[in-house]
């Protein structure tokens, strides 16, 4: 893998306003992970055993997006096509970041208010929508990033990939403590709230998202060289039906 095109992926601004939000839901994940064990471990008093059964509601929510795929490609694919590509452009997948954007805050807002002297069941229920909202984000963040990138997307996945892995290996350490001074109600409350000042971003970029990717200087390189590398094909092409025409005369 190129470290440049890695660099130059991480600095463009598409790619760092997309990580932004990606990454907020990946905060949000793992900061609800370290609330989990708080929540019914320590203030329910559940086993170990039966606090990892309680991550049930995010599996089941992330279940649902994967089996709910064909009717969000079927939504993706009613979008009118790209021109260039005859395919639905990457603003396309956005339009599902859209409905995660709602899932999420939604689930960490119920979970926090639920997550003390309420039935059990209605917690562990929150973590549907907030799991269902993370996977699309995860998913169709990713091929948003494919979409745009074309033969950068591995450089551009990589660079996502590497500052995932560093806030999911730091934030957990200040979790505990941030939900032992607030209190997981209201570090909830904040967690959620967060996530509604981010809910407006991918509404941006599913309605301007492909006057940002003109001005991304690294996207409009690789239209550049895509353009070149078909013109260099039609020319062989071109001296290929000479040389058979020749060649039967």
Known sequence: ???????????????SVRT?????????????????????????????????LSFLGIGLGNLITIACEPLIRRMINSHRPDPETGKPPPEAMVSV????????????????????HVFWLVPILAGI???????????????????????YAASA????????????????????????SLGPRW????????????LPIPFIFYKYGHLIRSKSRLISEMQRDKQKSEARMRR??????KLQRSADA
């Open 1 to 15: 893998m190129c470290r440049s095109c890695m660099a130059s992926c991480v600095g463009d601004t598409p790619f």
């Open 20 to 52: 932004n939000l990606r990454q907020t839901a990946d905060i949000e994940a793992d900061l609800s992970f370290v609330a989990y064990p708080i929540v019914f471990g320590e203030l329910r008093g559940w086993s170990s055993s039966m606090v990892g």
């Open 97 to 116: 970041i859209c409905i995660a954007a709602v899932l999420i805050p939604a689930g960490e807002l119920i979970f926090a208010f639920t997550c003390q």
């Open 129 to 151: 929508p907030f799991g269902a909202g993370n996977g699309a984000v995860f998913i169709y963040g990713s091929n948003y990033v494919v979409g745009s990138y074309g033969i």
């Open 157 to 180: 996945l990589a660079g996502n990939t590497f500052l995932r892995s560093v806030f999911g290996g730091c934030l957990p350490l200040a979790g505990k403590a941030m939900y032992s």
């Open 187 to 198: 570090s909830g409350f904040m967690l959620g709230m967060l996530e509604l000042i981010c």
């Open 236 to 241: 062989a092409q071109e001296k290929l039906e």
